[in-house]
T-cell receptor, first 117, second 114 residues
Framework: AQTVTQSQPEMSVQEAETVTLSCTYDTSESDYYLFWYKQPPSRQMILVIRQEAYKQQNATENRFSVNFQKAAKSFSLKISDSQLGDAAMYFCAYRRFTQGGSEKLVFGKGTKLTVNP | DAGVTQSPTHLIKTRGQQVTLRCSPKSGHDTVSWYQQALGQGPQFIFQYYEEEERQRGNFPDRFSGHQFPNYSSELNVNALLLGDSALYLC?????????????FGPGTRLLVL
């Protein structure tokens, strides 16, 4: 069974600084997707960024980027120029690739990010 | 473009009761997945519905059941509620068979069992 581990229960960062959240996963599959979701206190789970395992290039979305190390099964999220609105729970998630349909997401336990003004 | 909606937002029940939660998928999506998120934990997959049938199921007892309607909306039913069923229940919709398939989440229903 696939597992996702987020070893940092809490992190904090100063506004405008950079922070990196860690995620490791375990799978025997070669094709899969990895995601970072953000869950603010409003509870709505929002997709931050996704990475296809077959792509060597790391995904980026504005101030958010990932460091995907497939051999090490590591998938960290870097947030640059942190803003107060980035404060939230961040969840790393894994999804197996299939040809014919949607697969379940497997989530880590989350990292609570605090942004200090 | 309407996103994923869920109702109700909050619910309080007592042990032994039954509850029904509802989800309307994002416009154009035909697959609905349900997740349970206990306090301080990541979401856990309950089951997924596609073409009005349960396609996948996580490690949840038969007390958890669901349904998908022809308009792709879905219900989650929980019978014989236990205190441990208190959680945030999240619905996610997706459109499989598309290359950039991603699950989009609703705001959740907070269930408290007393």
């Amino acid at each position: 069974a696939q597992t996702v581990t987020q070893s940092q229960p809490e992190m904090s960062v100063q506004e405008a600084e950079t922070v990196t959240l860690s995620c490791t996963y375990d799978t025997s599959e070669s094709d899969y997707y990895l995601f970072w979701y953000k869950q603010p206190p409003s509870r709505q789970m929002i997709l931050v960024i996704r990475q296809e395992a077959y792509k060597q290039q790391n995904a980026t979305e504005n101030r958010f980027s990932v460091n995907f190390q497939k051999a090490a099964k590591s998938f960290s999220l870097k947030i640059s120029d942190s803003q107060l609105g980035d404060a939230a729970m961040y969840f790393c998630a894994y999804r197996r690739f299939t040809q014919g349909g949607s697969e379940k997401l497997v989530f880590g336990k989350g990292t609570k990010l605090t942004v200090n003004p | 473009d309407a996103g994923v909606t869920q109702s109700p937002t909050h619910l309080i029940k007592t042990r032994g009761q039954q509850v029904t939660l509802r989800c309307s998928p994002k416009s154009g999506h035909d697959t609905v997945s349900w997740y349970q998120q206990a306090l301080g934990q990541g979401p856990q997959f309950i089951f997924q519905y596609y073409e009005e049938e349960e396609r996948q199921r996580g490690n949840f007892p038969d007390r958890f059941s669901g349904h998908q309607f022809p308009n792709y909306s879905s219900e989650l039913n929980v019978n014989a509620l236990l205190l441990g069923d208190s959680a945030l229940y999240l619905c996610a919709s997706s459109l499989p068979l598309t290359y950039q398939e991603t699950q989009y989440f609703g705001p959740g229903t907070r269930l408290l069992v007393l």
